[in-house]
Each structure stands twice: as structure tokens, then as C-alpha cells.
């Protein structure tokens, strides 16, 4: 779990950086990554065989590993992950100095996180592509993974990632971010939409200092780390077209029927999209839903 205060900004590790610094950096970020998304992170007009050889060294020096993916097709797809001394390795590099380790000890502990994991970077890369098509910025350091914020009551709600995005134009930078929620229906509806009512929470949560009264003039707790509250992004996969429409339905129903909600809604873009469609037609189309209903749009637009 990453504490807002290491993770809420993006990090950089320079270009100039070798290739083998760049790879132990992604998956200190991203946790587990295939081959093939590392190269399309990092080096995506590279070679698979580039990508392959350093990624050999660094499980032969033991900073690495790899579990194997069920295939289908019978194919070999390597998800790669630091051990315990690649995640210590990491700590000395300068655009992860201070974040905490994510070691795993085990291919058996990697296969817990995988299929979820790797579906997150799906979606990363699928923002990556649409920037570097678009002259926009958004890299691997620019998606922050298990990003968690308090929201009172000993509670605390955990987004998949926290996105930084900048659309740059001829005369002009824009500075996007955005709560990321990946869903792959491997949780009920409701479930997936009460999602919607941590953020409201996130929203008007504030802070107090332990010990002191109340104070009109504290603000919401977000504002430490945003400076405007983030879109709530919802990226649906792993079911038929019509059960996913069923589920961005019901996120909808959240916001036409909860308070707090409706309050968010009308602060925050919210919008939610089909994995597939961003990742065929590129996330800047008009392939999001707003959640407070109306026609597909681009998420800059919502």
C-alpha cells in the first residue's frame, strides 16, 4: 500500500539511465510487468531481444524473477517482478529514494497479484500510446500504482493507481490527473460502485490535528496532495460487452441516488470506459461514458 505523502507525484528516472536501471525503477513502480509491456513502457521502438537480455541479467544476478503465465496457446508469457534484493537495490535509486518496498518472495506470491496487476499496466500503456501519438506527456514515472488516502474512521480507500497526464499544445500545458479504478468483474456491481461513495468521502474529508477542536478553516484533506480533486476514472474488462454497459449502469445509479455522490459528481469529472475501447481506439476517442449520463466522450472532456 503506497502512503499518498511517497507516491502522490510522479517521479522521473532520466532517459540517459541504462536500460537495466530504467527496468529495476518500472517494476519497482508498477510491481509485476510481461516482457512485452516492459519493452512497450521503456523501450517501444526497441527490440524484444533488447528487452529479453536485460531482463536475463537481472534474474541471473538475482535481481529479478519471473513466473509464467497461463497461456491458451501455449506460449511462454514471463511476468516479471523484483526479489527482496532488487527491491532493496531500488531504494538507492534517486527517483524512488524514500518509497517503500514491494519485495516478492515467491513466483506462488507473484501469482496472487498478476492477473490484476498486469491489467492495471494494460491500462497505463494504453494512456502511454495515446500520449506519444499525441505530442502529450505521460511516461512510466507519470502512474502511481495503490495509491491510498484516509477518509476518516480508521478507514482509508485505495485507488489502483493515480495518473499524471499533461496536454500540451502549440501555446499551452494542461495538467491532468485522475483516480484510476480497474475492474475486471471479479467483484458484484454494488460493490464496484460503492467505490464511488469513498471518493465522495475522500472529497469532504478533513483532517484534525489529534487533540484540537474543530476548525472551519482546515480544508479537505486532498488538497496536501492535489491541487484539484483528480477525475475517478472506471476501466471495465473480463465479461461480455453487455454485462460491463450493465455495471457502468449502475455506477450511474450511484450518482443519480446517493447524496454524497451527487455532490462529488457535480465537483469532479467522473466517467467510466471498456478496456478494450481504449485500448483499440486510444483513451483521447470518445470511448467514455460520463457517469451522470449523457454521450461518449474523450476524458479530457468529460
Known amino acids: ?36 509491456q516492459l519493452r512497450g513502457m521503456l523501450r517501444p521502438a526497441g527490440t524484444r531481444q533488447l528487452m529479453s537480455r536485460v531482463l536475463n541479467k537481472l534474474r541471473s544476478d538475482a535481481f529479478a524473477d519471473s513466473t509464467v503465465l497461463p497461456n491458451a496457446n501455449r506460449s511462454r508469457t514471463h511476468a516479471w517482478y523484483l526479489t527482496p534484493e532488487g527491491a532493496r537495490l531500488t531504494r538507492d535509486l534517486p527517483a524512488l529514494r524514500g518509497r517503500p518496498p514491494y519485495p516478492i518472495t515467491s513466483a506462488t506470491a507473484a501469482s ?74 471479479t467483484m458484484s456491481s454494488e460493490r464496484l460502485a460503492v467505490k464511488l461513495i469513498e471518493y465522495a468521502r475522500l472529497f469532504q474529508y478533513e483532517a484534525q490535528p489529534v487533540g484540537r477542536r474543530r476548525t472551519s478553516t482546515a480544508g479537505p484533506a486532498w488538497l496536501r ?48 470506459a471498456i478496456l478494450e475501447d481504449i485500448e483499440n481506439h486510444g483513451p483521447a476517442q470518445a470511448v467514455w461514458i460520463p457517469l451522470t449520463g449523457g454521450t461518449p466522450q474523450p476524458w479530457t472532456d468529460l
Open 1 to 36: 500500500m503506497t502512503s499518498p505523502a511517497q507516491r502522490a507525484a510522479p517521479t522521473s528516472v532520466p532517459p540517459g539511465e541504462p536500460l537495466r536501471l530504467q527496468v529495476l525503477a518500472a517494476l519497482a513502480q508498477h510491481r509485476i510487468a510481461t516482457t512485452t
Open 112 to 185: 496472487l497479484k498478476t492477473t490484476h496487476t498486469l491489467t492495471v499496466v494494460r491500462a497505463h500503456l494504453a494512456f502511454a500510446a495515446d500520449a506519444r501519438r499525441l505530442g502529450h506527456e505521460h511516461g512510466p514515472w507519470d502512474w502511481t500504482p495503490e495509491v491510498s488516502h484516509s477518509i476518516g474512521e480508521g478507514e482509508r480507500v485505495m485507488a489502483d493507481a493515480v495518473m499524471h497526464y499533461t496536454v500540451t499544445g502549440p501555446d499551452h500545458r494542461q495538467k491532468l490527473r485522475a483516480f484510476i479504478e480497474v475492474d475486471r468483474t
Open 225 to 272: 496532495w492535489y491541487p484539484v480533486f483528480p477525475r475517478v476514472l472506471f476501466i471495465l474488462t473480463g465479461a461480455s460487452r453487455t454485462r460491463l454497459d450493465n455495471r457502468i449502469s449502475d455506477l450511474q445509479a450511484m450518482v443519480a441516488q446517493h447524496p454524497l455522490v451527487a455532490h462529488l459528481a457535480r465537483e469532479v469529472r467522473l466517467g467510466a
